[in-house]
């Protein structure tokens, strides 16, 4: 595990611990110590820790004029034993929303696994971002991880699935992979 890193080549554009506004602003990075684990193995260095122990991230960019984030996500979700939603809303998505940034995508390629709990915190990001210009969307997490979203009936409150499982987003600069995201979105969301 510890040889899977957030996606890198965006840093030109945007690094949050370069970022003033950023959770994780003035954080130094090693390349050679591993002393974060996930259960009993560690993990790359350059993960993010945001108050949970099974759940990581990494903010691969930020736009606050467009009011959008883009995070990866790596670990297991689990809201059964250590409530991520919650650290991951009010550490996080909470801090972002009082600076306007009302769009999120989570990349969950390097999401596990899924836990359920209750639903009240997406419940609530949902009413946050829902006043007609804000969402929540999951883009290429594993579909056993998408089923158990939709199991718990989470997909309520988050857009999953259909082509948002299937981007090559890789290959774009963010502004046009937010693009293709908001174009997607617009198609599902009532007008």
């Known amino acids: 595990m510890h040889l899977i890193e957030p996606y890198y080549n965006w840093r030109l554009f945007y690094t949050a611990e370069d970022d003033p506004k950023s959770p994780f602003h003035g954080r130094v990075y090693s390349e050679f110590e591993f002393t974060t684990a996930l259960y009993d193995h560690y993990i790359h260095p350059q993960w993010d820790e945001f108050g949970t122990p ?36 009010r550490n996080i998505a909470d801090h972002f929303m009082e600076l306007g940034v009302h769009k999120f995508i989570l990349i969950g390629e390097n999401v596990l696994n899924f836990h359920a709990s209750d639903d009240s915190y997406y419940e609530e990001w949902f009413e946050d971002t829902a006043d007609g210009s804000g969402w ?56």
């Open 54 to 89: 099974t759940l990581f991230m990494k903010i691969l960019f930020v736009d606050y004029d467009r009011g959008f984030a883009i995070f990866e996500l790596f670990g297991e979700w689990n809201d059964c034993l250590h409530n991520d939603i919650m650290f991951l809303k």
């Open 136 to 191: 929540v969307a999951l883009v290429n997490f594993n579909q056993h991880v998408v089923d158990e979203l939709s199991a718990a009936n989470v997909d309520s409150y988050l857009l999953l699935g259909g082509q948002l499982q299937e981007l090559n987003w890789r290959t774009k600069n963010p502004r046009d992979f937010y693009r293709i995201i908001e174009s997607q979105i617009s198609r599902r969301l009532p007008v």
